[in-house]
Every structure is written in structure tokens, then in C-alpha cells.
């Protein structure tokens, strides 16, 4: 309920004002975002890496309806992965297409995100689609098979909550183009879509996981970036990969910006390839209030930031 309520609230114009409003909640966005510069990305992207941790840099926004805006969020893209090679780190970058230009139009949107794909080929490096809400799931996967035909460093998420997904990883595995991110999903879907209870969640998150490291997954070239902080999949994920043989550089391990930096390092020291995902900007507010949605004891912290 309290979820629900959350993930409402990310999507409310006066929610919005209201709390990006008072001073302490850009306080508390801070556990979670970088910072709103790009230099303050670079510096946490540098941090993470003196301790083995590679980054995911992701320029906060979403829902973008202004041609302006969506190509304005591209340009700080192509500044940020210039940034990321003139300072000699390995970052990768991360977009939602709906900041790209989505809604505005296929075509335009692909254009966008092209551009972003070219980028960082020409810096050695990758662009993650981030998987939004499920009236773009179809849309996204489209559109990640027609970058695809041209950039084969552009990669997607899945999210384990959608009862679509098994299938879709399978395709995408077959057709070759199995780069993929497996996260649980962070919205607010419907039970015609979605699994309604946290079990199914994470019993897919495996069957997900299992699909993309089948040998026959493996030898079309799958890659499994396993996002998740859940302690349970990670170590069952470590296991198949042992019994399986499957090598480590076809898997590695994801989690967010602020959360369970101490699995990163223990992960990490293990020898396993971990990125940390670390969005700037200032359009915290929806990607704050999603963070409270998956552990409401956050909403604690946000309330000591209030109180102090
Ligand atoms: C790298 C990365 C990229 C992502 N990209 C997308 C995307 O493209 N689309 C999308 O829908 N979702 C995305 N997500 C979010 C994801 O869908 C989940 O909502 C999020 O990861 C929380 O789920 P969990 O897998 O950690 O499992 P959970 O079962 O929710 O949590 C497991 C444990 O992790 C810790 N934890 C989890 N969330 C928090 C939190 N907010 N604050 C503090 N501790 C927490 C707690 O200890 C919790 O017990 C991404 C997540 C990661 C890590």
C-alpha cells in the first residue's frame, strides 16, 4: 500500500513541487544521486573506481516532451562519455528513452539515442536502455532491436516482474542480442501485467538468470548484468555459475548508487566484475521516490534529514 502510494506520489505534478521544494529533500537525494553537476559524476565515477567498482552514469530525467529538452539531455550524454574518456575511466552510460524523446516520436527518439550509441563506441564503451513502465516495454525492446542493427554496444533491461519477460529474454537470447540487465522493476504495474506478490518476483529473477546462462544462451554471445542488492539471488547466481562453469566474464553483478556498498566491495574482492549505477541531475525527484517505494524504512531517513 504504502509502495503504492509512493510510486504515485513519483508521478503527482504537486507532490512534486511540494517536496523538491524544501531544502531537505535535495539533502536526502543525496544518498542516492551524485550530485547535480556533471563534475560531481565524474567525482563519485572516480571513487567508485579506486575501490574496483566501474560505474553506470545515468543524467537523471524522464517523460521528456520538448524536442529541445530530449536533445539537451543528449548532449549532456555525449559531454558526459567525453568526460568519462578524458579522465581515463571505464564508465559506461545509462538512458530512458522516454528523456530521449519517446513520446515525441519513434524515429526522433532513435536519432537521440544513436548519436549517444555512436559516442561510446568511439570511447570503447556501452548504453544501457533502462526498462520503464509497462506501456513502453514493447516500444523499448523495438527500439534496443533497431540500435542493435547498427551499435552492438547498446544494451536493455528486463524486469523480472512482468510475466512477458521469460519469453522476451529467450528471443532476444536466440536472436543473438542477449546483453542484457535483469532487475525485478521498479513501477507501479497492474496484475494483467505483473506478478502481484515479491516471491513470483524473485522466483522469474532466477528462472531469468538460468535462461542466460544455458550453454547454448552463452555460445550466441549472452551477457547477464545481475541488478539487484537481494543477497539470496546473488549467492544462488554465484552457485549456478560455479556448477555450470559458467566463465565470470560472462555474468557480472549491478546495484544502485548509496545502497549496499558494502556487498559492492565484498563482491568485488571475490574477484566478480560489479558496476555501481550513478545518476546525476537534477530531476532527482521520481528516481528518489522510487527508491522510498522499494524500502519505506527509507522514508526514516528522509525524515531525519527533515528533523535535524
Ligand atoms: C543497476 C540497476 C539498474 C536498474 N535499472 C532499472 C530499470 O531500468 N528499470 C526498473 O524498473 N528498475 C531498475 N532498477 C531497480 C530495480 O528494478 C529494483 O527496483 C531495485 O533494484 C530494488 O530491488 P532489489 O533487486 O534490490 O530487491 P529487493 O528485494 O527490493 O531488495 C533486496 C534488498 O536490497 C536492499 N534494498 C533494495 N532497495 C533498496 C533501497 N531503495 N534502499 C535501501 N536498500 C534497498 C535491501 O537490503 C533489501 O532487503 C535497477 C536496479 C539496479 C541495481
Not at 573506481?49 to 530530449?70: F, M, P, Q, T
Not at 523499448?140 to 547498427?150: F, K
Not at 547498446?154 to 523480472?160: F, K, N, P, R
Request: aromatic share 10%; glycine share 6%; charged share 25%.
Amino acid at each position: 500500500m504504502l509502495r503504492q502510494t509512493l510510486l504515485y506520489l513519483s508521478r503527482h505534478e504537486t507532490a512534486y513541487r511540494l517536496i523538491t521544494g524544501f531544502p531537505f529533500s535535495r539533502a536526502a537525494a543525496r544518498r542516492f544521486v551524485a550530485g547535480e553537476s556533471l563534475s560531481d559524476a565524474i567525482a563519485a565515477v572516480r571513487a567508485n573506481e579506486a575501490h574496483g567498482i566501474y560505474a553506470i552514469l545515468d543524467y537523471l530525467g524522464e517523460n521528456v516532451i520538448s524536442r529541445s529538452e530530449a536533445r539537451a539531455a543528449g548532449d549532456e550524454y555525449i559531454a558526459a562519455l567525453s568526460a568519462i574518456a578524458q579522465s581515463g575511466l571505464r564508465a559506461s552510460v545509462s538512458v530512458k528513452l522516454t528523456q530521449m524523446g519517446l513520446d515525441i516520436g519513434d524515429d526522433f527518439c532513435y536519432e537521440n539515442v544513436a548519436r549517444i550509441a555512436a559516442q561510446a563506441a568511439s570511447c570503447h564503451t556501452s548504453v544501457c536502455i533502462d526498462m520503464e513502465g509497462s506501456p513502453y516495454t514493447e516500444r523499448t525492446l523495438q527500439m534496443y532491436r533497431r540500435l542493435r542493427e547498427h551499435y552492438s554496444n547498446v544494451t536493455t533491461a528486463i524486469q523480472s516482474y512482468l510475466y512477458r519477460s521469460q519469453e522476451d529474454v529467450a528471443c532476444l537470447v536466440d536472436e543473438g542480442i542477449g546483453n542484457l540487465r535483469l532487475i525485478k522493476g521498479a513501477y507501479d504495474e497492474p496484475a494483467s501485467v505483473a506478478f502481484p506478490k515479491k516471491a513470483d518476483v524473485d522466483a522469474n529473477f532466477l528462472r531469468l538468470i538460468e535462461i542466460m546462462m544455458r550453454p547454448a544462451a552463452l555460445a550466441r554471445g549472452a551477457h547477464c548484468a545481475i541488478a539487484t542488492h537481494d543477497e539470496k539471488i546473488i549467492r544462488w547466481a554465484i552457485l549456478y555459475a560455479y556448477r555450470h562453469d559458467v566463465p565470470r566474464n560472462r555474468f557480472e553483478f549491478q546495484m544502485l548508487y548509496g545502497i549496499r556498498r558494502d556487498l559492492q566491495e565484498k563482491l568485488v574482492a571475490k574477484g566478480y566484475t560489479v558496476r555501481a549505477y550513478i545518476p546525476y541531475g537534477t530531476h532527482w525527484y521520481p528516481y528518489l521516490m522510487r527508491r522510498l517505494a522499494e524500502r519505506p524504512a527509507n522514508l526514516l531517513f528522509l525524515l531525519r534529514n527533515l528533523l535535524l
